[in-house]
């Protein structure tokens, strides 16, 4: 028999999603398609006027245990199952009464549907199909004689395909639909999986942990034009973010973009409450962060702080985007700028930089939201809790002189900052406004020196009598391990320290702070971010 076309003389429909089933079960009926169904499904079809067979009374057998059970039967199966060129199984299919099917229709219980919505439990349970993904993985076995559709875009495809060739499907479409129907259920099972460890049973590190995502966009490349990339959703159940923004206008989004894109959303979500606050991002470490009385204020302090890097750059506020807001930013060249929202005046600014993204999140995530982090290495996955602690609380003065209030607000916007600067971080901040920042180096000494240096050339850019750092308060994401690092940021004018502490020259260094007049936090904590 030939095995490439495999005409449709038999289906069987059961969806939960009914989007187009009515315009592809009148196309199958159309050409003499046999239809098989179950509960509302076939209820639906009936009232669309087509004929339809129960599963019930296909295989003779009734549903039972409130519809648990109805396709769980060797009727059904064995039509699925069976090979139609294997003499055996055509033997034993004319035994026992089993007419072949052609073609599965089938979406599963709205599982992770049920998990959003908050339902109890019983609940979440009954909505975990057992005969779908059965039928789903029969036929999906057998797609050298069975097609299987999962997916309601699918079905002006198929239609389309069974116009073309006498109401049959080819062997290829049969293999690609297959391969869909394997990654849903496989899709499914991991957020059953994910929801029984984490939700119902409590565990933070699974001994399986599932990782399901599904393809958002192909991008052009990855960080680097020879590399290719893709950018995948989490499937299922979500909170929001960068993948969740919706893309006013602008180019398509790179690798690069997105990456850089979400750290400025994780950093900005730190002020969601706060007064409007800007943060320009480069290579994903923050080049400048500032508050202000409004976002276009807040932009500039930002901007002030290093406007060379700042060229190019993405920029995150973490509130609605004005007209006035809109036009500063757009003075120079930008790629990304996240917001939660734009009025239409900020939006009209906007398109007049056709190759500028705006992405509008909606509510900021939760600066505090739990959740794993997952970073690849070579042969495996590391794994771990989200850094989400924000102000600390059992920070404690450790110098003779305390912070004056002034100060400490400056000693925490800028540990705010560090927490999102990549490590060794060093972060001058004075007035809600970073002065400085040094990120990435490979000595804490260097990221001092460097946040200072370029204090110095944005000073003399701004032609300012003073330098930024002069009176600033300093943030250290680690320990300071010996005294050459404070004692840099003093020679800077820094007045005041936050720094974890821990070291086991943490006494050399709360000596060098109190020689130099200064104030010192140690909060307990690191932000080591790599």
Same mark, same amino acid.
């Given at each position: 028999?030939?095995?490439?076309?495999?005409?449709?003389?038999?289906?069987?429909?059961?969806?939960?999603?009914?989007?187009?089933?009515?315009?592809?079960?009148?196309?199958?009926?159309?050409?003499?398609?046999?239809?098989?169904?179950?509960?509302?499904?076939?209820?639906?079809?009936?009232?669309?006027?087509?004929?339809?067979?129960? +599963?019930?009374?296909?295989?003779?057998?009734?549903?039972?245990?409130?519809?648990?059970?109805?396709?769980?039967?060797?009727?059904?199966?064995?039509?699925?199952?069976?090979?139609?060129?294997?003499?055996?199984?055509?033997?034993?299919?004319?035994?026992?009464?089993?007419?072949?099917?052609?073609?599965?229709?089938?979406?599963?219980?709205?599982?992770?549907?049920?998990?959003?919505?908050?339902?109890?439990?019983?609940?979440?349970?009954?909505?975990?199909? /057992?005969?779908?993904?059965?039928?789903?993985?029969?036929?999906?076995?057998?797609?050298?004689?069975?097609?299987?559709?999962?997916?309601?875009?699918?079905?002006?495809?198929?239609?389309?395909?069974?116009?073309?060739?006498?109401?049959?499907?080819?062997?290829?479409?049969?293999? $690609?639909?297959?391969?869909?129907?394997?990654?849903?259920?496989?899709?499914?099972?991991?957020?059953?999986?994910?929801?029984?460890?984490?939700?119902?049973?409590?565990?933070?590190?699974?001994?399986?942990?599932?990782?399901?995502?599904?393809?958002?966009?192909?991008?052009?490349?990855?960080?680097?034009?020879?590399?290719?990339?893709?950018?995948?959703?989490?499937?299922?159940? @979500?909170?929001?973010?960068?993948?969740?923004?919706?893309?006013?206008?602008?180019?398509?989004?790179?690798?690069?973009?997105?990456?850089?894109?979400?750290?400025?959303?994780?950093?900005?979500?730190?002020?969601?409450?706060?007064?409007?606050?800007?943060?320009?991002?480069?290579?994903?470490?923050?080049?400048?962060?500032?508050?202000?009385?409004?976002?276009?204020?807040?932009?500039?302090?930002?901007?002030?702080?290093?406007?060379?890097?700042?060229?190019?750059?993405?920029?995150?506020?973490?509130?609605?985007?004005?007209?006035?807001?809109?036009?500063?930013?757009?003075?120079?060249?930008?790629?990304?700028?996240?917001?939660?929202?734009?009025?239409?005046?900020?939006?009209?600014?906007?398109?007049?930089?056709?190759?500028?993204?705006?992405?509008?999140?909606?509510?900021?995530?939760?600066?505090?939201?739990?959740?794993?982090?997952?970073?690849?290495?070579?042969?495996?996955?590391?794994?771990?809790?989200?850094?989400?602690?924000?102000?600390?609380?059992? $920070?404690?003065? +450790?110098?003779?002189?305390?912070?004056?209030?002034?100060?400490?607000?400056?000693?925490?916007?800028?540990?705010?900052?560090?927490?999102?600067?990549?490590?060794?971080?060093?972060?001058?901040?004075?007035?809600?406004?970073?002065?400085?920042?040094?990120?990435?180096?490979?000595?804490?000494?260097?990221?001092?020196?460097?946040?200072?240096?370029?204090?110095?050339?944005?000073?003399?850019?701004?032609?300012?009598?003073?330098?930024?750092?002069?009176?600033?308060?300093?943030?250290?994401?680690?320990?300071?391990?010996?005294?050459?690092?404070?004692?840099?940021?003093?020679?800077?004018?820094?007045?005041? /320290?936050?720094?974890?502490?821990?070291?086991?020259?943490?006494?050399?260094?709360?000596?060098?702070?109190?020689?130099?007049?200064?104030?010192?936090?140690?909060?307990?904590?690191? @932000?080591?971010?790599?």
């Amino acid at each position: 028999m030939n095995t490439d076309h495999v005409k449709i003389t038999r289906a069987l429909l059961s969806v939960s999603d009914k989007t187009g089933l009515i315009e592809l079960g009148q196309a199958l009926a159309k050409r003499g398609v046999a239809l098989l169904s179950t509960g509302g499904t076939a209820k639906a079809l009936r009232d669309a006027g087509l004929d339809v067979t129960d +599963v019930s009374d296909h295989t003779g057998f009734p549903e039972m245990m409130d519809g648990r059970v109805k396709t769980l039967h060797p009727t059904i199966h064995g039509g699925l199952l069976a090979l139609r060129d294997d003499a055996g199984h055509v033997a034993s299919m004319t035994e026992h009464g089993i007419a072949p099917i052609d073609l599965v229709v089938v979406n599963l219980y709205p599982f992770a549907a049920t998990v959003a919505r908050g339902a109890d439990r019983p609940d979440i349970i009954e909505n975990i199909d /057992i005969g779908g993904p059965s039928m789903v993985r029969s036929a999906a076995k057998n797609h050298g004689f069975v097609a299987i559709i999962t997916d309601p875009a699918d079905y002006p495809a198929i239609i389309a395909e069974l116009d073309a060739n006498d109401g049959a499907t080819r062997l290829e479409t049969r293999k $690609r639909l297959a391969a869909k129907a394997f990654a849903a259920t496989a899709t499914y099972d991991s957020m059953i999986a994910s929801w029984f460890a984490f939700a119902d049973q409590g565990q933070m590190f699974p001994e399986t942990l599932p990782i399901i995502a599904q393809r958002g966009d192909v991008l052009r490349y990855g960080e680097n034009p020879h590399q290719q990339a893709a950018f995948y959703l989490p499937a299922g159940p @979500h909170g929001r973010g960068i993948g969740q923004a919706t893309q006013v206008q602008g180019k398509e989004l790179s690798y690069n973009n997105l990456n850089d894109a979400d750290g400025a959303l994780d950093l900005i979500a730190e002020f969601a409450d706060g007064p409007p606050t800007v943060a320009i991002i480069k290579h994903a470490n923050p080049c400048g962060v500032a508050q202000g009385a409004t976002l276009a204020e807040a932009y500039a302090k930002a901007l002030a702080c290093d406007p060379v890097s700042a060229f190019g750059g993405i920029i995150a506020v973490n509130r609605p985007l004005d007209e006035a807001a809109a036009l500063a930013m757009t003075a120079i060249f930008t790629e990304v700028v996240v917001a939660p929202s734009a009025d239409d005046a900020a939006k009209a600014v906007f398109a007049s930089k056709k190759n500028l993204r705006l992405l509008l999140t909606g509510d900021l995530p939760n600066a505090g939201r739990g959740g794993l982090t997952v970073k690849t290495i070579t042969g495996g996955y590391l794994v771990q809790t989200r850094d989400n602690t924000g102000i600390p609380e059992g $920070r404690k003065v +450790v110098t003779k002189r305390a912070p004056t209030p002034q100060e400490e607000a400056d000693m925490l916007f800028a540990w705010l900052v560090a927490k999102h600067t990549k490590s060794n971080a060093i972060v001058y901040a004075k007035g809600g406004a970073t002065a400085g920042i040094g990120a990435g180096q490979m000595s804490r000494l260097d990221s001092a020196r460097i946040a200072a240096w370029k204090a110095r050339d944005a000073a003399e850019t701004a032609g300012w009598a003073q330098v930024a750092t002069i009176g600033s308060a300093v943030a250290s994401d680690a320990f300071f391990p010996f005294a050459d690092g404070l004692i840099a940021a003093a020679d800077a004018g820094a007045t005041a /320290i936050i720094q974890p502490g821990g070291s086991i020259r943490d006494a050399e260094v709360i000596a060098a702070a109190d020689e130099r007049g200064l104030a010192m936090i140690f909060t307990g904590e690191r @932000h080591f971010r790599h």
